[in-house]
């Protein structure tokens, strides 16, 4: 990065400027304090809680199968996955076997859904940049996905698909056919992205050795997703504790190891394909069977503690709920990738420019009622 | 490692001088080690062979509770020790389990891929306070700050201990038990 040298004339001034709570780069309500000098950055403070609706407390008032839904509003961009995961915490605590069928439509879904998050990511990743073009290329393709939701789950975004125990519903009849032309439209369009942005000389000059983030910092800030393994993190939870379906597919973890803004970008760019090979391996076996077993109306964990992490498209999310017996959790934690992503910031933007800090948050994909749940 | 593994070497580590003291021979054999290193630090209660209290509480980790005083000492065995290696703190949550206050270390290992968690509690609910453990894993220090808005939980040597998401004028702190939520903001 380069410095600017300051003639000895002029004194050199930190100030504070405020980006956000309502700047179109940090997409949602985030504050950062930044300190700068000139253009430089000395120092990123975010300041969080413009969206803090206090879910953690709620959840302590609610039944289980209520605190699925709350689990939407957080990474709303990962709502299956996050649904999913409060489910599997659940039946893990009532040793519930779900069928297989249940299984491999949450992992189709949730692939699916971290697909559509990258495809969106994509769009504004290309716009934080100066690109406009690509954030209609994005949406055209995730459209496609919200509309097999749609048909399957009822809703677009907040998709409440999943429920202790199963699915809410089986399957449209259409989905299998659906998605299959999704992949062999999708996988003519992953090139265009490349073709588009990816190669792009401008494009290229501003990611590549910008926000550069060590192995050894990667795991000491507890990053992860995509973040962690473009510094050579291999932290993908769907390798290391595989869930649902996901024991049964071959894929590779996406690692880069440069570190920088554009590894970061390339381990997402490469997970669309391994998403996609995913779906491949198990949309034409699909088992039959129930699509939910049924459960008590009123569920009671037993006396305990649970943990279960699935891997969003952002990266880990852990939920930890403290049982007693009792129909609510008496402490339930999400543990959501976002926030210990974003507390790395002010690290990898130190000594950059103001314009760098817009492209570097783009890399890092936040989304901000994750962090502020 | 298995649990049983990693219970024996932790446990090791902080053995307590008290444990023998049923049978002479015992006590012989504790004041030798004891005589090896004298820094270990001096045990209150004698209740297990080690300072540490390991239960299962129906998790699926092993579960460390640690004294506040020996926190930042074990945590930082924790990470150095080539055996344990605990790397990477994926959750840190604050927990009022009524009478006592305290804080949830989710921990696991990046290249032995094992788990543990500790826990720290205190029954002082004027002025909780616990040693940072910023120093060891970064990714604590957002953390910490979110226990101190909602717990009210204090962390000596934190470098930036304020509110995070709060506002400075919040009174209380919103997910302790007997917090009281007059604007019905939360709860109904």
């Known amino acids: ?373 | 490692m298995t649990n049983e593994a990693l219970q024996n070497l932790i446990g090791s580590w902080f053995p307590n001088p008290e444990a023998g003291k049923v049978s002479e021979v015992e006590v012989v054999k504790v004041s030798e080690t004891e005589d090896d290193s004298e820094e270990k630090p001096k045990a209150q209660e004698p209740v297990n062979p080690s300072l540490l209290e390991f239960t299962k509480e129906e998790s699926q980790f092993l579960n460390i509770i640690v004294k506040p005083g020996q926190l930042h000492s074990l945590m930082s065995q924790l990470k150095s020790n080539e055996q344990t290696h605990f790397d990477y703190l994926f959750c840190l949550s604050g927990v009022d389990w009524g009478e006592e206050l305290g804080v949830v270390y989710h921990l696991e290992s990046t290249s032995h891929r094992h788990s543990l968690v500790v826990k720290v509690k205190t029954k002082d609910r004027e002025d909780p306070r616990f040693d940072s453990v910023c120093d060891i894993w970064a990714t604590a220090e957002f953390h910490e700050r979110e226990v101190l808005d909602f717990f009210g939980i204090k962390f000596s040597n934190h470098p930036n201990l304020k509110y995070l998401i709060l506002t400075e004028d919040w009174e209380g702190f919103p997910l302790r038990k007997d917090y009281v939520d007059e604007i019905n903001m939360i709860v109904k």
């Open chain 1, 1 to 373: 990065m380069e410095t600017t040298t300051i003639n000895n004339n002029f004194k050199s001034e930190e100030y504070f400027i405020n980006m956000g709570p309502q700047h179109p780069a940090t997409h949602g309500v985030l504050r950062l304090i930044l300190t700068i000098d000139g253009e430089i950055i000395k120092k990123v403070e975010p300041d969080l809680g413009y969206i803090h609706r206090s879910i953690e407390k709620m959840c302590e008032r609610d039944s289980y199968q209520q605190i699925v839904h709350l689990t939407d509003r957080m990474d709303y961009l990962s709502s299956h996955i996050n649904n999913e995961a409060v489910c599997l915490t659940v039946e893990n605590a009532l040793e519930l076997e779900v069928p297989d069928r249940v299984k491999v439509i949450r992992t189709i879904i949730g692939e699916l859904t971290r697909i559509a998050s990258h495809c969106l990511w994509w769009g504004v990743m290309g716009m934080d940049v100066g690109a406009l073009t690509t954030y209609f290329y994005g949406f055209r393709d995730r459209e496609m996905i919200n509309d097999i939701f749609e048909e399957t789950c009822g809703a677009r975004l907040t998709m409440n698909y999943n429920v202790p125990g199963g699915l809410m519903f089986d399957i449209h009849p259409n989905f299998v056919k659906r998605t299959k032309d999704f992949i062999t439209h999708f996988k003519t369009k992953i090139p265009e992205y490349d073709r588009l942005l990816t190669g792009n000389v401008i494009f290229q000059k501003r990611m590549k050795g910008v926000g550069i983030l060590t192995r050894e910092d990667a795991i000491s800030f507890g990053a992860s997703g995509p973040v962690g393994r473009g510094s050579g993190y291999s932290c993908d939870v769907r390798k290391h504790h595989p869930y649902s379906a996901l024991d049964k597919v071959t894929f590779n973890e996406a690692i880069k190891t440069g570190g920088d803004s554009l590894a970061r970008y390339e381990v997402r760019i490469q997970e669309l394909w391994e998403s996609l090979s995913i779906i491949e391996q198990l949309i034409d076996n699909i088992p039959g069977g129930e699509h939910r077993v049924t459960t008590k109306a009123v569920i009671k964990l037993p006396k305990g503690e649970f943990y279960q992490k699935v891997e969003t498209a952002r990266g880990e999310f852990g939920v930890y709920i403290i049982s007693t017996g009792t129909k609510s959790p008496y402490r339930l934690k999400f543990r959501s990738p976002g926030f210990s992503n974003l507390s790395l910031l002010n690290h990898i933007a130190v000594g950059g420019k103001i314009g760098d800090l817009v492209a570097t948050m783009a890399t890092l994909d936040l989304v901000i009622p994750d962090i502020d749940r």
